[in-house]
């Protein structure tokens, strides 16, 4: 139901609005149990998505760091590499 939701932070390029979006999505169905909500629940559903990724990114934009910004790339390339350690015995 609900795929991992992944550091936003300090990346460069930054995080875009279809990303904090899906991971406010990927929230609000891992909280409320539903992939897709009943027609009763559909607006309490997306006003949740709504306020959960303006709350992340009111959240990202207030955040500071001093450490340099990671590469998108080169962190996708080592979770492929921990997933292929992680799966190679299956």
Do not use: W
């Given at each position: ?11 460069e ?26 027609q009763a ?50």
């Open positions: 139901m609900c795929r991992n939701i992944h550091t936003l932070h300090n990346f390029p930054p995080a875009t609005p279809d990303e904090v979006y899906a991971a406010a999505l990927q929230y609000v169905r891992k909280i409320s149990g539903s992939t897709k909500p009943s629940n559909q607006d309490a559903f997306d006003l949740a998505v709504e306020e959960i990724a303006a709350a992340t990114t009111r959240l990202l934009n207030g955040l500071t760091t001093t450490a340099p910004p990671k590469d998108r790339e080169a962190e996708a390339a080592k979770a492929r590499a921990r997933a292929e350690v992680r799966f190679a015995g299956r």
